[in-house]
């Protein structure tokens, strides 16, 4: 078992930066793909960026393609997200997710993710 507790959100204007971390505990960090996720007042829970296990493979949602970052460092059993250029529509809770697996390929879909964190409020204004 993993447990994960993000920190970084807050409030910044459009086009500003923000850098969430999402930092495990529990088991082998390097035992887990990773992946952030995001849910808007009245939305569903969406796909914004996942790394593997090893960190050599990324994939990220249309959306934020070009403009968000995801990263680990499984030494310190920590993983990133650093998102520039936001914009109003980037408003959302921010969870990241842990998946045991043995691949070595990223996941996008949140049911296959096995832990959770409680999220990290990210706000832009206009």
């Known amino acids: 078992q993993v447990q994960l507790v993000e920190s970084g959100g807050g409030l910044v204007q459009d086009g500003g930066s923000l850098r969430l971390s999402c930092a495990a505990s529990g088991r082998t960090f390097s035992d887990y793909a990773m992946g952030w996720f995001r849910q808007a007042p009245g939305k569903e829970r969406e796909f914004v960026a996942a790394?593997?296990?090893?960190?050599?493979?990324?994939y990220y949602a249309d959306s934020v393609k070009g403009r968000f970052t995801i990263a680990r460092d499984n030494a310190n059993d920590t993983v990133y997200l650093q998102m520039s250029s936001l914009k109003p529509e980037d408003t959302a809770i921010y969870y990241c997710?842990?998946?045991?697996?043995?691949?070595?390929?990223?996941?996008?879909?949140?049911?296959?993710?096995?832990?959770w964190g409680q999220g990290t409020q990210v706000t832009v204004s206009s």
């Open positions: 790394i593997n296990r090893g960190g050599g493979d990324t």
């Open positions: 997710a842990a998946r045991l697996t043995t691949s070595m390929l990223v996941t996008t879909t949140k049911n296959s993710y096995d832990y």
